[in-house]
């Protein structure tokens, strides 16, 4: 369940949606995907393959959708409940599920949107926690046998930052030319204000995972990631960026993404707050 960061759009310079090679859900072969590397230690269903069309609702049980906000998270838990009652997935029902939400991106791309249109109000901590605790809650009721990920946003600055030695992206984030985030293609200040409220939905998130676990819930658990908060955009420029929009995740992108969720997802708290990116020509999949 997330926006179309999550959706593979595009991490090739094409519009079809990659799903089969988004981080988070994938299951095409020899990607560095969570589905993929939990594969080698259990069987892992549910993961799309391929592409889809733009703005499509979901393949298998990825039911990410371009340009999602929080807001509209309760649609795709609806899409979920009926794929798990369908006879492919209905004995997914009893079984442990992996859940990752990483959304907010698109709630803080219409913060700058001029306030007459009212949509800098779907942008408000307070309304993307309102929203994530009614999710969670229902997740909690609806799909029980669920571990959740919350994973962290990094900052849209950086995005910016990283294309700007591109022409092409320099014209892409022109917005007489195109609209891609009001907020990267904004001035410095509002791209500092942006920045300074996905630092707050990445502590409301924490502040969620911390109630969940206070519960223990032996069918639920939720967990907090925090390692994209740190991920380094603007230190590799246009390499983790597509090629078509200067703005999504490209292939390179989804695959550190994934080793960075993956092995930061089992370590201590303490060292998570401490991690460093280190990339060389290999990376390797710890247990």
């Avoid at 799309?48 to 990825?62: A, E, I, Y």
């Avoid at 984030?173 to 996905?198: F, G, W, Y």
């Avoid at 995972?209 to 380094?232: C, L, M, N």
């Avoid at 230190?235 to 490209?250: M, V």
Wanted: net charge negative; glycine share 4%; aromatic share 10%.
């Amino acid at each position: 369940m997330k926006p179309c960061l999550d959706v593979g759009r595009p991490p090739f310079a094409t519009v079809w949606e990659y799903r089969g090679k988004v981080f988070s859900a994938g299951t095409d072969p020899d990607e560095y995907t969570i589905p993929n590397f939990l594969s080698l230690y259990t069987k892992a269903d549910g993961g799309p393959t391929g592409v889809t069309l733009p703005m499509s609702r979901g393949k298998q049980l990825n039911s990410a959708v371009s340009g999602a906000k929080i807001q509209d998270l309760h649609e795709e838990i609806d899409r979920l409940l009926d794929m798990l009652e369908t006879e492919r997935y209905n004995s997914l029902k009893d079984d442990w599920k992996l859940i990752t939400i990483f959304i907010g991106a698109n709630n803080i791309c219409v913060l700058c949107e001029p306030p007459f249109t009212k949509l800098p109000v779907l942008a408000q901590a307070d309304e993307f926690e309102h929203h994530m605790r009614r999710v969670l809650a229902r997740l909690r009721s609806d799909v029980p046998k669920s571990f959740v990920n919350l994973v962290a946003l990094f900052n849209v600055s950086s995005v910016y930052e990283a294309a700007q030695e591109d022409p092409y992206c320099r014209v892409v984030h022109n917005p007489t030319h195109l609209k891609v985030c009001s907020c990267i293609q904004a001035d410095e200040t509002e791209r500092r204000q942006a920045d300074a409220m996905v630092n707050e939905y990445n502590r409301r998130l924490e502040l969620l995972a911390e109630e969940y676990k206070s519960i223990a819930d032996p069918q639920f658990a939720v967990s907090y990631q925090p390692g994209f908060a740190r991920f380094p955009v603007a230190k590799y420029k246009q390499s983790y960026l597509s090629g078509f929009d200067c703005f999504h995740p490209n292939r390179c992108a989804n695959q550190i993404m994934a080793l960075v969720l993956w092995n930061v997802e089992y370590v201590f708290k303490r060292a998570r707050e401490a991690f460093t990116l280190r990339f060389g020509d290999s990376q390797s999949v710890m247990p």
